[in-house]
């Protein structure tokens, strides 16, 4: 698995845990921070996963705007708490992430739905994450 691989997987993890235990997702990024710099191992996935998180922190309103606009009958809050962070780290990406070309951004955001979430969390994901690419 390559390096921002682990990145967008650590960015949904440290975004759903803080969604579902209700911790400011500030302190959520400390927190790994500390965590990443204790393992060596972690340091060059954590870089980007950095990237990810605070700059979701800096835009969470467009981003979440983006994908309640293109989600279809699915508010953010009626979404698996695991599909809105990989969502989330997509439509960061795709808004953001400036060297990521779209289809990288999709596909890694489809294999972690496919990986962590349910058989239509692939396709759902795959197509609000296609239709805010086409709107960008």
Request: no cysteine.
């Amino acid at each position: 698995m390559g390096a921002r691989t682990k990145a967008r997987k650590r960015a949904v993890d440290i975004l759903f845990s803080s969604d579902v235990v209700g911790t400011p997702l500030q302190e959520a990024i400390a927190a790994a921070e500390i965590i990443a710099s204790r393992e060596p191992d972690r340091q060059v996935s954590w870089s980007y996963a950095r990237d990810i998180l605070t700059g979701y922190l800096e835009s969470s309103d467009v981003v979440d705007e983006m994908i309640s606009s293109y989600s279809r009958n699915w508010s953010l809050t009626r979404m698996p708490a695991v599909d809105r962070a990989i969502l989330r780290v997509g439509a960061w990406e795709l808004l953001y992430g400036s060297d990521v070309p779209h289809e990288v951004a999709i596909s890694e955001a489809v294999a972690l739905a496919s990986e962590l979430s349910t058989d239509e969390s692939g396709p759902f994901v795959n197509g609000v994450l296609a239709s805010i690419a086409a709107a960008t």
